[in-house]
């Protein structure tokens, strides 16, 4: 149990002894009412004031469970490559590394962040989206050092896990991991992740729902590569990019594991629906034609 949980329940406990000894002096029905709102909205604080990627379970341990609707609770928009939109169940547009004009028809996307965690053109393409986005680069230096993102917006807190990228041919090319909060879920954006994670990068991300995962090998992780470190995120769902619409690479990462093709480019999310251990999420984004 993390220290800041820990100190919270001896706390809780410890108000729960003292209003037990008030219950037993003063039995009256006003005193009783009065205790058991006052312990019920504590254990509500408690249950809800972890956020989902850094301690998923606090409100899922014993007492004051929070329930998930199951409604929506947020949709994942591929465009190709890294290039997704995330929009939350509150309406909140999350484009991460818009990808420049060439490789496929611009969309016409409208965002009100954006995440850039390599800045080359086709993952920095800020221009292309419209709506007057705040801009978070996840580098610096013109990509010579990591920038620390760590911010709330609107209805979604946002930090950035420093990664490293092309490994395979030049040790210490810096990128950026993106993880994306949602109260209720927890989405990480590998970037171009090339390594498998250390401890503290691990820690760093937390508990994961849905993993955007790169698998094109050589400047990222290849397919197996991209297992191994699926296995240790943990997440619930994988969604693969940076594959270059190699169906060959689609194949390799899906093999042997749970996968559905999804007809269109958009996955619907929900907390109540994740399933219990990974499966494979394949989304057709409009510059491909389908793979299944």
Not at 15 to 23: A, E, G, P, S, Y
């Amino acid at each position: 149990m993390p220290g800041a949980v820990r100190e919270t329940v001896v706390v809780a406990v410890l108000v729960t002894v003292t209003v037990m000894k008030r219950v037993r002096q003063s039995r009256t029905l006003h005193s009783i009412l009065s205790s058991a709102a006052f312990i019920s909205s504590l254990l509500f604080f408690i249950s809800s004031a972890y956020p989902s990627c850094r301690d998923p379970d606090v409100a899922r341990r014993g007492w004051g469970a929070r329930a998930y609707a199951a409604s929506v609770d947020a949709t994942i928009q591929y465009f190709g490559h890294n290039f997704f939109l995330i929009t939350t169940n509150k309406g909140t547009r999350i484009v991460t590394d818009p990808l420049g004009p060439g490789w496929y028809p611009n969309p016409n996307v409208v965002g009100d962040v954006v995440t850039v965690g390599k800045e080359q053109f086709n993952h920095n393409a800020v221009h292309i989206v419209r709506g007057n986005p705040v801009i978070l680069r996840g580098l610096k230096d013109f990509g010579a050092s990591w920038n620390t993102i760590s911010m709330s917006f609107k209805d979604t807190f946002i930090y950035n896990v420093p990664i490293h990228q092309n490994s395979e041919f030049i040790e210490g090319i810096h990128g950026s991991a993106f993880v994306f909060d949602l109260g209720p879920l927890c989405i990480a954006h590998l970037g171009d992740l090339s390594q498998k994670l250390n401890e503290q990068q691990i820690k760093a991300i937390g508990k994961v729902d849905v993993a955007l995962t790169p698998i094109g090998g050589r400047r990222t992780m290849d397919p197996i590569l991209a297992k191994e470190v699926l296995a240790q995120l943990k997440p619930k769902i994988a969604v693969p990019m940076h594959y270059r619409d190699s169906t060959y690479l689609v194949r390799q990462f899906t093999a042997g594991m749970k996968t559905q093709f999804l007809k269109g480019d958009t996955l619907a999310l929900s907390k109540d629906s994740l399933p219990a251990s990974l499966e494979i999420r394949v989304l057709q984004h409009h510059g491909i034609g389908v793979m299944e």
